[in-house]
């Protein structure tokens, strides 16, 4: 998805936490789709951002089970990871989804808020890398590092063995995106 | 009526379009489905709703995303003789161009559907078949009867 903040003619030195408020509000409010769906971003750093997807019944992909949509959480992924990629940049230009892997690793509940959290890893001149995941949990502080959980290998449902790391059980979806950065205007050659 | 009744009566109306109707999302979407001769397709009809960037017009990468997703869930459904809804393992959406303000449509297939899982590509493209906006690839759990998996969701 292609992006645009219209905002390279200001000056580099701008303080960084407006910068990252105004991709936020921008996010929130000037993406038609994001605020169709209700998504929320709650918090934007540089190289991070936080955003939420309050339930509603007309997101719902299985009337059998009031589950939401994963087009849904495709969305609430994508944006996350936009903003993330955008905070990251020392100039704020455009940036455009070229792919994104999304695994589900669970259902997401009927009637609670999915949250994503999402990481630029690596940034470099043309393309961004960035990781993501989409919870249920509104107090987690592990931004995106979904690959730090600590393994264990405690009984659950019933198998011998749980490969699971304890995050990663507790997560809808992890995700991998990578991003095409746009040379920022004026500055083309 | 529960989702095995519903495709049964789609089936047997020879209409897919009835399939959408149980699902929220879809129509929140607008996205709707159609046999044309021997061909399943999903289309994304156009609405200012879908748009992620105000600023040159494109349509949000998530309902591009879901489009895809949709069409492959549908297909399985429509074509195959699974009772419930497939679920999503994983799925990898490749944007190859930005998606302007007029409909899109896509088409699956199946690049491998085995007993228990079904491995579906997608397209999905606007004016020209020969210009796709994206593509997917997908892998879903196939489900026999209801409510239960081997991911225990």
């Not at chain 1, 509000?25 to 934007?44: D, Q, T, W, Y």
């Amino acid at each position: 998805m292609p992006r645009d903040m219209h905002e390279t003619s200001e000056p580099r030195a701008r303080d960084r936490a407006e910068v990252c408020e105004r991709i936020r509000v921008a996010f929130s409010e000037a993406v038609p789709h994001n605020a169709a769906l209700g998504m929320k971003i709650l918090r934007v750093e540089p190289r991070r951002a936080r955003a939420e997807l309050p339930y509603r019944e007309d997101l719902i992909g299985d009337p059998t089970t009031g589950v939401i949509h994963g087009g849904a959480i495709t969305s609430l992924i994508d944006a996350t990871c936009g903003c993330a990629v955008l905070s990251s940049l020392r100039e704020v230009t455009r940036v455009a989804t070229l792919d994104l892997r999304i695994d589900y690793l669970k259902a997401a509940q009927p009637g609670r808020s999915v949250f994503c959290d999402a990481e630029c890893y690596r940034l470099t001149p043309h393309v961004a890398f960035v990781r993501a995941t989409a919870h249920h949990d509104a107090g987690r502080h592990d931004a995106g590092r979904h690959h730090a959980g600590q393994h264990d290998a405690e009984h659950h449902d019933g198998e011998p063995c749980d490969a699971t790391d304890s995050t990663a059980r507790d997560s809808i979806a992890t995700s991998a995106g990578t991003f095409m950065i746009f040379a920022p205007r004026g500055n083309a050659p | 009526m529960n989702n095995l009744e519903r495709i049964a009566a789609a089936r047997a109306a020879g209409d897919p379009g009835q399939l959408v109707e149980a699902v929220p999302y879809a129509r929140f979407l607008g996205v709707t489905f159609e046999q044309r001769g021997s061909e399943f397709l999903g289309r994304l009809k156009y609405s200012a709703h879908l748009v992620g960037n105000a600023t040159i017009g494109a349509l949000h990468g998530g309902t591009i995303g879901a489009l895809l997703e949709s069409t492959a869930v549908f297909k399985l459904l429509w074509e195959t003789d699974i009772v419930a809804l497939p679920k999503v393992i994983n799925i990898t959406v490749e944007y190859l161009r930005s998606g302007k303000a007029v409909d899109t449509w896509a088409r699956a297939e199946f690049t491998r559907h085995g007993r228990r899982v079904a491995n579906v590509r997608v397209v999905a493209w606007q004016d020209d078949e020969q210009q796709p906006i994206a593509a997917a690839q997908s892998h879903f759990l196939l489900v026999a009867g209801t409510g239960t998996s081997a991911l225990s969701r």
